[in-house]
């Protein structure tokens, strides 16, 4: 990790601290530019991104995270994930037919 201020590696070391201070700064920019500042920065560099390596890029690391989330979760994660999905489009689309419960997890589901 490279930190520019004084106190050098020390300084690096303290991750807790960085944490805090990296928050704060977070804090101070969103007062400035506001919250779309973030989305505008984010849009820009993965138009960056995009250019540089190609959308190939993003499909290969969009596997990688899915084999991780697989191998933590295990493959029903995906079914569970799909149906609830499927669930809520179909309660966007007839809201007056389905009613709708909160699971433990706090997610509303089609009951």
């Not at 809520?88 to 689309?93: C, G, Y």
Request: glycine share 18%; aromatic share 8%; no cysteine.
């Amino acid at each position: 990790m490279r930190v520019a201020k004084a106190g050098g590696e020390a300084r690096a070391q303290d991750r807790e601290g960085l944490s805090v201070a990296g928050r704060r700064g977070g804090e101070v920019v969103k007062e400035r530019y506001g919250s779309d500042f973030y989305r505008e920065i984010g849009e820009k560099g993965g138009g960056a991104v995009k250019e540089r390596y190609g959308t190939e890029f993003y499909s290969e690391i969009g596997k990688r995270g899915g084999e991780t989330v697989k191998q933590e979760r295990g493959a029903e994660y995906y079914s569970t994930i799909g149906r609830k999905g499927g669930e809520a489009r179909t309660v966007a689309e007839k809201p007056e037919e389905v009613q709708t419960t909160t699971d433990t997890t706090g997610v509303s589901t089609a009951a």
